[in-house]
Structure formats: C-alpha cells, structure tokens
T-cell receptor, first 114, second 114 residues
Framework: DAGITQSPRHKVTETGTPVTLRCHQTENHRYMYWYRQDPGHGLRLIHYSYGVKDTDKGEVSDGYSVSRSKTEDFLLTLESATSSQTSVYFC?????????????FGPGTRLTVL | AQTVTQSQPEMSVQEAETVTLSCTYDTSENNYYLFWYKQPPSRQMILVIRQEAYKQQNATENRFSVNFQKAAKSFSLKISDSQLGDTAMYFCAFMNYNNNDMRFGAGTRLTVKP
C-alpha cells in the first residue's frame, strides 16, 4: 500500500473555518501529490511537491495551500473552507525519482463543508 | 491541456464473462504513460495496469489487458473471467513523460453480476 496514511479520514467543518489535511508516508518518496475527487470529474490535481519546501500548483489550486517541511509529511490547507471544497481528498506518492512514474494513493479523506 | 474521456459511465457484465472499458485521450505529446486504476467501494485507488507509449506491446496483468492504439489515441481495458470483486469504478489516466500532471477520466462504474 506504499505506506501512505491520511488524517483525518473524515471531517465536517463550517464555511469560513481553516482546515488542514495531513498526508504521511514512510518510504522516503520524493514526490507527493494532493488530488480532489468529485462526481463526474475523476481526480484532479491540486498541488504537488518534489522535495522538502518544493511545491507547485496543479489544475485546481485556487483556495488551497500546501507545505512540506519534512520528507514524510505533506500538508494541504484550506485557509477558509467553502462549500465548493466539499470533496474526497487523496494523497499520492510517485514510485520513482522523476515524478513521472506510477502514483500510489492513500486511503482518502472525506471533507464536508457546511 | 491533455484530456481523458471515458464514454461509458456505467457497465455491467455477468460473472466469468469478458468486458471491455473504453478510454480515449487527447495529446500532442509523443512520450507519455497511460494507467487504469480501480476504485472499489472502499474508496481506495488501486493501480490495475500501466502502459508506456513507446512500447508497442500491450500490457497485461493476469486477467487484465489493454488494447493500446497510439494513432487512434485509444486505451481500452479488457477484463477476462470477470469476478464479483471486480465491481468498482475504473479510471483511465494519462501522464506526460516530462511533467507531473496526471489527468483522469470521469470513470466507468462496472458491476459484475452473479
């Protein structure tokens, strides 16, 4: 399962509150990713990281920020949650060193913004 | 931007029969990867099979095989001897050789009937 955990697994929050989701990996992978999954859209990339303190935007980055202060942890923050950010969030790692190898996914976090 | 289209939102198949899921993609690149992921009700994203565009030979993994038609930009998944445990959402995904932006199709919900 590539040693990926996500926390929390479920969260309900209110509009306007900050939310941080955590992705933790145990196998020292360089590349980490955050996706969101919505009906009819498959998975869409939010942000990714290619090393400690090195991050870049994906297809749907507006309203999200990320941080990676340690190799094993990649945090996704919603500074002020909105109902449109209700989704299932997946973290992933790349199995290789270039970032273009197979991605393996964590178990997902279901976030509901009321 | 690359797009991935799965034209069959839902499909069903009888246990032990064969089913083919369709996927087409749009790109101007020559070097890329294609993937099929399975998402059972547990929500975990599981890699089924991977194809590298420069390889002419179709990838196979046990009961799963692909028909990769590069000129037609088509990447279908064939499941042989379908089993009840194959019931899941199946996502086709595309990734350029030179970047980290994996694009997913909207998915096909497959039901295997006893």
């Amino acid at each position: 399962d590539a040693g990926i955990t996500q926390s929390p697994r479920h969260k309900v929050t209110e509009t306007g509150t900050p939310v941080t989701l955590r992705c933790h990996q145990t196998e020292n992978h360089r590349y980490m990713y955050w996706y969101r999954q919505d009906p009819g859209h498959g998975l869409r990339l939010i942000h990714y990281s290619y090393g400690v303190k090195d991050t870049d935007k994906g297809e749907v980055s507006d309203g999200y920020s990320v941080s990676r202060s340690k190799t094993e942890d990649f945090l996704l923050t919603l500074e002020s949650a909105t109902s449109s950010q209700t989704s299932v969030y997946f973290c992933a790692i790349s199995s290789g060193t270039s970032g273009t190898d197979t991605q393996y996914f964590g178990p997902g976090t279901r976030l509901t913004v009321l | 931007a690359q797009t991935v289209t799965q034209s069959q939102p839902e499909m069903s198949v009888q246990e032990a029969e064969t089913v083919t899921l369709s996927c087409t993609y749009d790109t101007s690149e020559n070097n890329y990867y294609l993937f099929w992921y399975k998402q059972p009700p547990s929500r975990q994203m599981i890699l089924v099979i991977r194809q590298e565009a420069y390889k002419q030979q179709n990838a196979t993994e046990n009961r799963f095989s692909v028909n990769f038609q590069k000129a037609a930009k088509s990447f279908s998944l064939k499941i042989s001897d379908s089993q009840l445990g194959d019931t899941a959402m199946y996502f086709c995904a595309f990734m350029n050789y030179n970047n980290n932006d994996m694009r997913f199709g909207a998915g096909t919900r497959l039901t295997v009937k006893p």
